[in-house]
């Protein structure tokens, strides 16, 4: 089982940027961000492989968004730069038990954080 934790969203304004973060209580496969608003569905935004040498976005936040991991630390960063309004919902890290390469379907992750806030105002 692997316990994951994000920290850094936050209110900020629109092309602000904000640094999310995710630990992960021990090391992991692929990993992934997604977001979700209520009353929709959640939302692919980025994912890294395993070794961190290969990266997906979703086409909403290419150039915009960045997404690092340290595997010693056994963490996951998303760096958010020039915020937009529609960027706002809750973001949850994930990890795969399965897959070493990155994949931007929800199914093939099996561990998921509570979530963080980002709250973009325009």
């Known amino acids: 089982q692997v316990q994951l934790e994000e920290s850094g969203g936050g209110l900020v304004q629109a092309g602000e940027s904000l640094r999310l973060t995710c630990v992960a209580s021990?090391?992991?496969?692929?990993m992934a961000w997604f977001r979700q608003v209520p009353g929709k569905e959640r939302e692919f935004v980025a994912s890294?492989?395993?070794?961190?040498?290969?990266?997906l976005y979703a086409d909403s936040v290419k150039g915009r968004f960045d997404i690092s991991r340290d595997r010693d630390k056994n963490t996951l960063y998303l760096q958010l730069n020039n915020l937009k309004s529609e960027d706002t919902a809750r973001y949850h890290c994930a990890a795969s038990a399965q897959f070493g390469l990155t994949t931007s379907r929800a199914e093939h992750y099996v561990y998921w954080g509570q979530g963080t806030q980002v709250t973009v105002s325009s």
């Open positions: 021990t090391s992991t496969l692929a």
């Open positions: 890294i492989s395993r070794a961190g040498q290969s990266t």
